[in-house]
């Protein structure tokens, strides 16, 4: 089995016949020696020009099937599902898992697979695999006329850009930004940003300004084939009113959002450990659900879905971790300055997660459920304060980072960078908007005698 790795210019023709067809690369592919290739390997445009050709053969019935891998399916199932022979997948599995991660695989990615059925006998053979891991990166895995398989990894060159996306919510800032051109993860990152200041579900109101300013990777072709990180982002809301841009200082090399003054956006706890659910019961004394009377709700209950993921809310240890009582499956966390986070009534726990485990603030724990003492599915969330039950939504949270002296500095050279960038942004759809041909309606005759157009103008956010 071999290994080698060439970048290709997408401008440049890739045609990919696996096995018993021809690997045809554009003549603007470059070899780059793979680190697991010798010295001496072959250009991958020879390896691959001499793969098993179709008139080498006598004729055989050639299928290409692509599939979409589902939930907890493993490619060696994927292959199965495709009905390539046991031994041949798994040829196949162990060249593919040379250059990639194959514990990886989420599901809806994409399983391109080559088999080719001989007329006579109708045995079926595998003959070439493609895997897609990122946009810009595809692993090829061939077979040769010896059986033996050969692994090649094809990266895109990509233009890295801009784009800037603003306007006022509607149903929501994820719907209006998505109707904008934004992807589920700017907004999952823009939502992670302001997560310390503002609770989403209850805060943000129809009309509150936003902007996102965030990387782009272009195609030879200008297309926009990925994005990237959120580098600025901002909330003008009848809650929140705030600015933060993306910045990595020198001296600790952690990756953070500043507002314009230097404050980290990050706060010692998350305001909410949970995205997406609905506040149910907050804290106070109110009369039970099950029990009927009335009793201390020493916290905070979010309705949620069944797997809705939980988050803790800072960095700790994990003191508890485990069934308790009529909290049903249930954790602890201990931070610093006397603070302690619970999470009750989970369906289940986080995998390497134990007692006396360090974790980090917004690293999954646990999952929604409705074990213990529950009526359905939610998160029952406790804040304590020097062994104080304290109400988590009015706590006033001691702030992160703070840049000053030559960090200080260094940031703001990169906010007016930013700040450039998103006036240069802001010019340019300024001009698209003003190239737009302005809409012309011709006038109705008045002798026309059909039907007046009752049709009502909807806004499509």
Known sequence: MKNTMFDWGLGAAVAVLMGTGLVAVGVAARPVAAAAAPKNAADPRL????????????????????????????LS????????????ANGAVYAASQLLDLRNMRPGDDVTAWIETDPASGAVRLTG????????????????????????????????????ISGDVDLSIYDTALSLGAADQQVVDYADIFGYDIDFQREVQQGDHFEILYET????????????????????????????YRYT??????????????????????????????????????????????????????????????????NGVIE????????????KIQHANGYETAYAHMNGFAKGLRKGSHVR????????????????PHLHYEVYVNGKAVNAMRLKLPTGRKLDGAQLEAFKTERDRIDAIRAAEHAEHQLVAQQQPAQSFAPIPA???????????????
């Open 320 to 331: 508890r971790y485990g069934p308790y009582s009529t909290f049903g499956n249930y954790a």
């Open 361 to 376: 603030q917004g690293q999954v724990i646990g999952y929604v459920g409705t074990t213990g003492r529950s009526t359905g």
């Open 47 to 74: 390896l691959v020009a001499s793969f098993t050709s179709a008139d080498q053969l006598e004729p055989a019935a050639r299928e290409m099937k692509r599939v979409s891998v589902q939930r907890n399916e493993t």
């Open 249 to 314: 200082p020198s001296d600790d090399r952690q990756v953070d959002y500043f507002d314009e003054s230097g404050q980290s956006a990050k706060k010692f706890l998350m305001k909410t450990p949970i995205n997406g659910a609905r506040l149910s019961s907050g804290f106070g004394n109110r009369k039970h659900p099950i029990l009927g009377y009335n009793k201390l709700h020493k916290g905070t209950d979010f309705a949620a879905p069944r797997g809705t993921p939980i988050y803790a809310a800072g």
């Open 77 to 88: 199932a994927v292959l199965d599902r495709l009905g390539a022979p046991r031994e041949e």
């Open 129 to 164: 695999l493609s895997l897609r891991p990122e946009v810009e990166r595809q692993v090829l895995v061939s077979r040769g006329l010896d059986g033996s398989w050969t692994t090649h990894e094809l990266k895109a060159k990509m233009t890295p850009g801009y784009n800037q």
């Open 447 to 461: 002798a026309a005698t059909s039907a007046p157009d009752t049709r009502e103008l909807v806004a499509n956010p």
């Open 217 to 244: 990777f272009d195609d030879e072709r200008g297309a926009e084939v990925k994005a990237g990180n959120v580098i600025f982002a901002s909330m003008d809301g009848a809650a929140l009113t705030k600015s933060f």
